[in-house]
């Protein structure tokens, strides 16, 4: 009875418009993150019912949401949108392995935790991530509306509401860039990074104004229709994240102003999303079906205000623009870092081209991945030929350093902290200089200066310093000192290269370049005169050429693709220290490929092989089999079922087999077998499979936040040898 009573005071202001003219109905949506799902159900009870709305204007995901309702898409299509559409991932700017540059595939992904640096001081993010591939997706979605600028011209007049960072106030955005509106508008604090708009710095709007009646209002409506998806302040014991505490502190004076806006209202509806949060984004599904339940409450309210718009327009819907345009000419306007080469040799798009906004904004997607540019906006302009011109506006990131800081343990390197510190553009447009300092048991660096030119030719400079200390089996020891059963191996090895480097499609790098290497082994288990004996402690002045490929979807727990590294390397001359050197090349490569048997169950194969062209007289550039290390450098390849370095010869060949389960989300289950042959020649006769070494393992994988956390059972059938192998984090 009370909800009768409820519904005909609604209806009382209905019936006293239908005496007069046909009234203006508005439609006012609030902000309140994944909860603002419930929007789509009352717009799809909108428009079974009929009405045709005057005027939208919104907040946050209102805003989002409203503002796809104003260009014509109905709330059925929007529900298909949000279904497919992954948010965690859009959210987080998340992009595949297949999107990074090269050079991140080889020399990045061993570091979770990022600090930009600014003028010598370190700093933190402004959000969790630039809102690059959320923009993205809006461009998709926005279409064929992209070139009005006043949103009163949209199908249905809109406007949304963002908050200016400096003044603390609301700010109505009803005309510009409707992508960069909506962008600006859901700006939610620590989520997303502000937004430039108008010279105004802008985040979300229900900061400000979560529920924009009185805007609305001003608009010269005659009823509003308010949808409040707003919660309400949570105990202490649920306050467990930043993003909860953080969304509270925002709740009060938001509450507050929201409850004054209310009472203005024609019509309240408040769907029961009391126990969603803002980031429940995983729930859509249940939460739009509590929209669709709020809704049916008044549909008899609906039903009655649209049988008083005598005049109601039919209203054509839209569909999501996937046709391919031709282009005819590229712009882009961008700031003195990096060149156009290298811009558009990043994006991959050429005049001539046809491409859809879907390919757009996988392109955008490369030079995003490049962590170069807080926000790249684009316009398709139609042309009187129906070519269209292709204007990007890029905005590069002014924290051009950042500070990484990686962990990592190993039974060879031992402990050890990797910090990164990373410089772009530190000397020229296009570069990046890297360098990794690990500090620990084994100190270490790695410096990687590379200049990218785009579709041309780039440059790069490296220089290594690698120690280790290893107590094993080392092969060419033992052999001439059968009684001893494990040598202590000091390697030291200081590499410095120069090279040249082309990239196709970022998954092949070819290059060729020259090298210095200085290299010092000895051990102290052989002495002479109590003094190590050095088995190595020579320069060599070398030239080397390789082919990479990479398409694997993850550099570690690979479920799919393929990857390649073959080497040709020219030893050409040296300093000798045995005085028995003589100018020799080995090559030496890695094919493997992985593919998903199930959902769960991974497959991965890799083969090795080395070869080297006229004897290798030092012994020290020998191929050392054994040990699992993913890091080894030189000559050392890893083998399960081995001691480091207690397989050698001047030739070899290996495949390795890996089943990989995941039983539990980032909790893996592997079996490996692998299988090698080493002699003067491998391939001196048929037989490759003469004289083949075996080892196996089982092993435990947790894929964490510090990076692999590995324990395996190790061993070998051709000998009673077992091992325990652990490692902790990325590989470095």
């Known amino acids: 009875m ?102 991140d595939k080889e020399n990045a992904e061993k570091t979770k935790l990022t600090l930009p640096v600014s003028k010598g001081k370190l700093g933190l993010p402004k959000g969790i991530s630039k809102g690059q591939n959320v923009l993205n997706l809006l461009y998709e979605l926005i279409g064929s509306s992209e070139e009005i600028e006043d949103f009163s011209r949209l199908t249905i007049p809109f406007f949304c509401i963002a908050t200016d960072v400096e003044t603390g106030k609301g700010v109505m955005i009803e005309s510009g860039s409707l992508p960069a509106a909506l962008r600006a508008s859901g700006s939610f604090p620590t989520l997303l990074n502000p937004v430039v708009l108008n010279d105004k710095l802008l985040v979300d709007g229900g900061i400000a104004n979560n529920f924009p009646v009185t805007f609305m209002k001003s608009k010269g409506i005659d009823i509003v229709i308010g949808v409040d998806v707003e919660g309400k302040l949570i105990d202490r014991d649920k306050l467990t994240s930043a993003i909860a505490i953080l969304n509270q502190i925002v709740s009060y004076q938001m509450y507050d102003q929201s409850k004054e806006e209310k009472e203005k209202l024609d019509v309240y509806l408040h769907p029961e999303i009391f126990n969603y ?24 309210v609906f039903k009655e205000l649209a049988a008083k718009q005598i005049n109601n327009k039919k209203r054509t819907f839209l569909k999501i623009d996937t046709q391919k345009k031709y282009i005819s000419k590229i712009d882009v306007k961008r700031s003195e870092n990096y060149t156009i080469a290298y811009v558009l040799g990043k994006l991959d798009i050429r005049e001539g081209d046809s491409i859809s906004r879907q390919e757009i904004t996988k392109r955008i997607g490369l030079l995003s991945a490049t962590k170069n540019y807080d926000r790249i906006d684009y316009a398709l302009i139609k042309q009187r030929d129906n070519s269209y011109h292709l ?146 402690n020579s320069e060599y002045y070398n030239a080397f050429a390789y082919l990479k490929l990479d398409t694997y979807d993850k550099k570690y727990f690979v479920t799919k693709g393929y990857f390649a590294d073959l080497n040709l390397k020219w030893y050409l001359n040296s300093t000798d220290f045995n005085n028995n050197f003589k100018s020799f090349a080995q090559a030496q490569g890695t094919l493997g490929f992985a593919t998903p048997l199930s959902d769960k169950i991974t497959f991965q194969n890799t083969n090795e092989a080395g070869f080297t062209f006229n004897t290798n007289e030092t012994g020290i550039f020998e191929f050392y089999l054994g040990g699992y290390n993913q890091n080894f450098i030189n000559t050392f390849v890893p083998f399960y079922g081995y001691d480091f370095g207690e397989l050698s010869d001047v030739s070899f060949l290996k495949t390795e087999f890996h089943l990989r389960y995941a039983f539990l989300d980032k909790h893996y289950a592997s079996f490996i077998a692998n299988y ?34 590995e324990l395996k059972y190790s061993w070998s059938p051709d000998h009673r040898d077992r091992y325990w192998l652990f490692n902790l984090g990325f590989w470095f």
Do not use: C, W
């Open 277 to 300: 949060t803002v980031v429940d984004f995983d729930k859509k599904d249940e939460i739009i079906e509590k929209g669709e339940i709020e809704a049916k409450k008044f549909r008899e």
């Open 676 to 709: 090698a042959r080493l002699d003067n020649n491998v391939f001196k006769d048929i037989d490759i499979f003469k004289d083949i070494k075996s080892g196996y393992a089982l092993g435990y994988s947790f894929d964490s936040l510090i990076g692999p956390i």
């Open 2 to 103: 009370k909800s009768k009573v409820f519904l005909l005071i609604l209806m009382f202001p209905l019936f006293v418009f239908g005496q007069q003219k046909q009234p203006k109905i508005g439609l006012v949506l609030s902000g309140g993150g994944a909860k603002g799902f419930a929007h789509i159900g009352v717009l799809k009870e909108i428009d079974a019912a009929g009405i045709q709305l005057d005027y939208i204007g919104g907040t946050s995901m209102g805003a989002i949401v409203g503002g796809l309702y104003a260009l014509g898409y109905s709330g059925i299509e929007i529900e298909k949108i949000v279904k497919n559409t992954d948010f965690m991932s859009l959210l987080r700017d998340k992009l595949p392995r297949s999107s990074s540059p090269f050079f």
């Open 391 to 536: 204007n990007f506006i890029i905005k590069e990131s002014i924290e051009n350093a950042t500070l990484s800081l990686g962990a990592h343990y190993d039974d060879l390197y031992k402990s050890g902290v990797l910090v990164n510190y990373s410089h772009k553009h530190a000397f020229f447009s296009n570069d990046l200089l890297s360098l990794d300092l690990v500090l620990g048991d084994n100190l270490r660096y790695d410096l990687n200066y590379f200049v990218d030119n785009g579709f041309y030719l780039s440059v790069g400079f490296k220089s290594r310093y690698n120690h280790f200390r290893a107590n094993s089996k080392y092969g060419p020891i033992i052999s001439q000192f059968p009684n001893i059963s494990s040598v202590n191996i000091k390697y030291t090895d200081i590499t410095n290269q120069l090279y040249l480097q082309t990239t196709f499609d970022r998954k092949f790098a070819l290059g060729l370049g020259v090298e210095h290497k200085y290299l010092k082994a000895s051990t102290e288990t052989i002495t002479n005169n109590n003094n190590e004996t050095n088995i190595d």
